[in-house]
């Protein structure tokens, strides 16, 4: 079949599922491939490219088709992922573009760049969505936000979801948002490591051998969260439960009281959100 001069190549059985694309195959398209096919669709439904062969290998072994093509992924899908880094998004889209029409979703999951600069950059009839996820969607625990452009309609907000429910937390919000969700989720998982690795080094310091310290220092981190996530309690009452009266939680939380960890973090989420607007402003002043 040719589409506006690209050949699409279709097999006949598969005619009437919903073909998943994605351009970029790091780890946030490897991510929410796996998400997707363990909501059961065929992994040949899907299909990646990427210009390198570098990470198209894990792709293959799910069974995923690969290509160096970004255009044969548009022509082959309904719903394409751009997974690319922010700056190349105008890149791309300057190649592929002519090739998108309105029967197409394009999510584009690059830190920063808006849903403005993404309609600009795309045909007029082209329906956008914007997202933002994080490094374990890899392990269908990822916590994902994503926001509509002008043409996106409940259907397609609807469909989204479906694709995603496995990823993880999947919650709608308005444009705005999705940089603090950058800020607290895409880069906080990098936070929580930090502090991980922190953890871990203490008890070194303290004399337990670090491989040890480090299988801790994980346990602890995925109890404690999966302990706020199922409770729904606030953090402030779990970390009361915690303290004994004069016991050694609450000396070490004086500790990192004396440290500033709190207002730290906050001016972590602070900062990595403006960098996120950033990102925003440049690849708007591109276009
Ligand atoms: N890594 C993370 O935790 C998160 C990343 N993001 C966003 O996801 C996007 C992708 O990030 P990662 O997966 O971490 O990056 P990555 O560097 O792991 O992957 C990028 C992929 O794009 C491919 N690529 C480069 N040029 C290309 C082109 N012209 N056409 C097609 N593919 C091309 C590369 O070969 C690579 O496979 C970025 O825009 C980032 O802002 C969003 C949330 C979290
Ligand atoms: O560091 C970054 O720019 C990307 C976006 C969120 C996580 N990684």
């Not at 916590?143 to 989204?160: I, N, Q, V, Y």
């Not at 199922?230 to 004994?244: D, F, I, M, N, Y």
């Amino acid at each position: 079949a040719s589409l506006r001069g690209c050949v699409i190549k279709m097999d006949p059985e598969m005619d009437t599922q919903l073909k998943i694309g994605f351009i970029g195959a790091g780890n946030m398209a490897f991510g929410i491939a796996k998400g997707i096919l363990s909501g059961n669709v065929l992994p040949l439904n899907i299909r990646v490219s990427a210009p390198s062969s570098r990470n198209l290998g894990r792709f293959q072994e799910l069974g995923i088709p690969v290509t160096h093509s970004n255009v044969e992924v548009v022509c082959g899908s309904d719903v394409v992922f751009v997974a690319v880094k922010p700056h190349l998004v105008p890149r791309v889209f300057s190649e592929v573009s002519q090739f998108i029409t309105d029967r197409h979703i394009i999510v584009s999951v690059a830190a920063g760049v808006t849903l403005a600069t993404l309609e600009e950059l795309l045909p007029e009839n082209a329906v956008v969505i914007r997202l933002m996820p994080n490094l374990p969607c890899v392990l269908q625990e990822g916590a994902l936000l994503f926001t509509r452009g002008s043409r996106a309609k409940d259907e397609d907000a609807a469909l989204l979801r479906t694709l995603l429910h496995r990823c993880g937390l999947v919650e709608e919000g308005p444009e705005a948002w999705i940089d603090i969700h950058t800020g607290l989720s895409g880069s906080g998982v990098a936070f929580v490591y930090l502090f991980a690795e922190a953890l871990a080094e203490g008890a070194v310091k303290m004399g337990m051998p670090g491989v040890l310290a480090h299988r801790i220092a994980s346990q602890t981190i995925l109890g404690a969260g999966r302990v706020l996530r199922e409770s729904g309690k606030h953090p402030a009452q779990l970390r009361s439960e915690v303290c004994t009266p004069g016991g050694t939680t609450i000396y070490g939380l004086h500790t990192l009281e004396q440290g500033g960890l709190r207002a730290t973090t906050m001016s972590a989420v602070e900062s990595a959100t403006e960098r996120a607007r950033e990102f925003g402003r440049k690849s708007g002043s591109k276009k």
